[in-house]
């Protein structure tokens, strides 16, 4: 329990969707180094990687992997406080806080935090005062050995609007990319989805197949 757990309903985390695993995660050439480095941040939470920062274009599976850091530390370790949630979600909880009086409250229920998870971390940009709150928040977990994993469509350094002292701390830990899937991993993708939907491979003729990995596979 934590010493503010009566304002946890203002706080708590979005929904982490329990379908977004390791074990559904297509791996290829585009997303290995990222897959990985997820992996050994969710095995062992705050030893590795601190932060994590995973960067590529819309689509690519950061949600994905962040959901799977958090699914499998609440698997195999119930009791962690795993937090996920968007920029703009976090802005928005800021912003409430500040007009309740109770940004000392949130920053506090933040502290209780094991593992943190924020998505779309661009569109912090330009926001001042969260930054600021961020900034505080971050430095007590990373101080405490807490797990920070944060992604974006950009790399820190590319990311306009937003403070030198932040982009300094996210490019302190490691920085990995996702690209574009090759057509193998296209591929591989579609059939994975295709019996995730509870439909058999040979349910789809194999030239359409090949036509959707080979035509779009910039958004998976």
Request: charged share 25%; glycine share 6%; net charge negative.
């Amino acid at each position: 329990t934590t010493p503010v757990a009566y304002h946890e309903k203002d706080f708590r985390s979005m929904p982490i969707q329990k379908d977004r695993t390791f074990d559904n995660f297509v791996v290829g050439d585009c997303n290995r180094e990222s897959q990985a480095a997820s992996l050994a941040c969710a095995l062992n939470p705050g030893k590795f990687f601190n932060p994590l920062f995973i960067y590529g274009n819309s689509g690519l599976g950061k949600t994905h992997l962040l959901m799977s850091i958090g699914n499998y530390v609440l698997k195999n370790n119930p009791t962690k406080h795993v937090y996920y949630t968007e920029s703009l979600k976090f802005v928005e909880t800021v912003v409430n806080a500040i007009r309740d009086n109770k940004i000392d409250e949130f920053k506090q229920y933040m502290y209780s935090v094991d593992v943190l998870l924020i998505d779309d971390i661009q569109f912090l940009a330009g926001k001042e005062k969260s930054h600021e709150v961020f900034f505080t928040i971050y430095n007590e977990l990373i101080s405490n050995h807490k797990q920070v994993c944060i992604a974006s469509d950009r790399q820190p350094k590319e990311i306009k609007g937003l403070e030198d002292r932040l982009i300094s701390r996210f490019s302190s830990g490691l920085a990995v990319g996702i690209d574009s899937p090759e057509f193998e991993t296209s591929l591989a993708i579609l059939q994975m989805k295709i019996k995730q939907n509870g439909y058999g491979i040979n349910d789809v003729d194999d030239e359409g197949l090949a036509y959707i990995a080979t035509n779009f596979s910039g958004n998976v």
